[in-house]
């Protein structure tokens, strides 16, 4: 049993179970809640409390680049053709291995958008610099957007390519290559 004590008629009473157990999930919930917030304050604090490198580090230990991630990434986005997007960025990047991947996080040989939105910081070497190498497929997302909305085919996606989107007259062989040898239509069914 369970009482109170009533300042009024100084007596001890009865608590009701049902009133009991409303207060007692009542002030449990206060807790967990409160306590949420005090865990989450307590990580912003330490994360505001970094060096702009502490948090760079934080952030590429976190979340390397993979190509499985960039495969859920692509399919996650809906981007148009993901394996003629994958295959780009093998292309643009010896697969995943350039400087202008390694330091600028970028997947695809991007420059900095000027005339439409953009995820790039800034420019590098002459191509857009992203914070993450996620940022770069974000942006690569809203360039489809903007110039690639009307594609409706694969033989149109490749004939946008070859016509606008790189300075090498052999780089859609190569796109076209490596779709083949790494089998990349497969990756995204």
Same mark, same amino acid.
């Given at each position: ?5 009533? #300042?009024?008629? $100084?007596?001890?009473?009865?608590? *009701?179970? @049902? ?6 999930? +009542?002030?449990? %919930? ?24 502490? #948090?760079?580090? $934080?952030?590429?230990?976190?979340? *390397?680049? @993979? ?6 990434? +692509?399919?996650? %986005? ?112």
């Amino acid at each position: 049993m369970i009482y109170t004590y009533c #300042k009024d008629s $100084l007596v001890f009473k009865k608590i *009701k179970s @049902s009133v009991y157990a409303k207060t007692l999930s +009542l002030f449990i %919930l206060m807790n967990l809640v409160s306590g949420y917030f005090m865990y989450t304050i307590g990580i912003k604090n330490s994360i505001m409390q970094m060096s702009n490198e502490e #948090k760079v580090f $934080l952030i590429q230990e976190t979340d *390397k680049f @993979s190509s499985k991630k960039m495969v859920i990434m +692509l399919n996650d %986005l809906n981007i148009k053709f993901p394996w003629i997007a994958m295959a780009q960025s093998i292309v643009e990047t010896g697969n995943w291995r350039s400087e202008i991947f390694l330091e600028n996080n970028n997947l695809f040989g991007m420059k900095e958008a000027k005339s439409r939105i953009t995820t790039a910081i800034g420019t590098n070497r002459k191509h857009a610099h992203y914070q993450t190498w996620r940022e770069s497929i974000y942006d690569y997302g809203f360039y489809q957007s903007t110039y690639l909305s009307d594609i409706k085919t694969e033989d149109e996606y490749f004939q946008y390519l070859e016509a606008s989107y790189a300075e090498d007259p052999s780089y859609l062989i190569k796109v076209k290559n490596a779709i083949q040898k790494y089998k990349l239509k497969q990756l995204f069914k």
